[in-house]
């Protein structure tokens, strides 16, 4: 089982980039899926989550900026991604993403999520 993060990058402020993960081993197309993010000194932080039937949430400081899909067409694979407009430097972080296999609704706190990839460094300069 595995999930690859991909597409972060360094990007000026008002900038955008779109970052993906392919997870693949299993189907996770009945799970929740989301981006966490980790900034050096902070704690892991929700970014935004999808179901499978398709609903987001997103956390206050990326809502109206971030737009979380996936694409679970391929029985092989599911593709996750977060399309990253009008970036801040204050999104700086590493991003991860994630799925939480036992949970069908979203939730919130990275210690549901049980499959994690290895994370993607998005860089903003002001």
């Known amino acids: 089982v595995q999930l690859q993060a991909s597409g972060g990058g360094l990007v000026q402020a008002g900038g955008s980039l779109r970052l993906s993960c392919t997870a693949s081993g299993r189907t996770f197309r009945s799970s929740v899926m989301g981006w966490f993010r980790q900034a050096p000194g902070k704690e892991r932080e929700f970014v935004a989550a999808?179901?499978?039937?398709?609903?987001?949430?997103?956390?206050r400081s990326v809502q109206g900026r971030f737009t979380i899909s996936r694409d679970s067409r391929d029985i092989a694979e599911d593709i996750l991604y977060l399309q990253m407009t009008s970036l801040k430097p204050e999104d700086t972080a590493v991003y991860y993403c994630?799925?939480?296999?036992?949970?069908?609704?979203?939730?919130?706190?990275?210690?549901?999520?049980?499959?994690w990839g290895q994370g993607t460094q998005v860089t903003v300069s002001s």
């Open positions: 994630a799925a939480a296999t036992e949970f069908r609704r979203i939730v919130y706190s990275h210690r549901l999520y049980n499959y």
């Open positions: 999808i179901t499978s039937g398709g609903t987001t949430d997103y956390s």
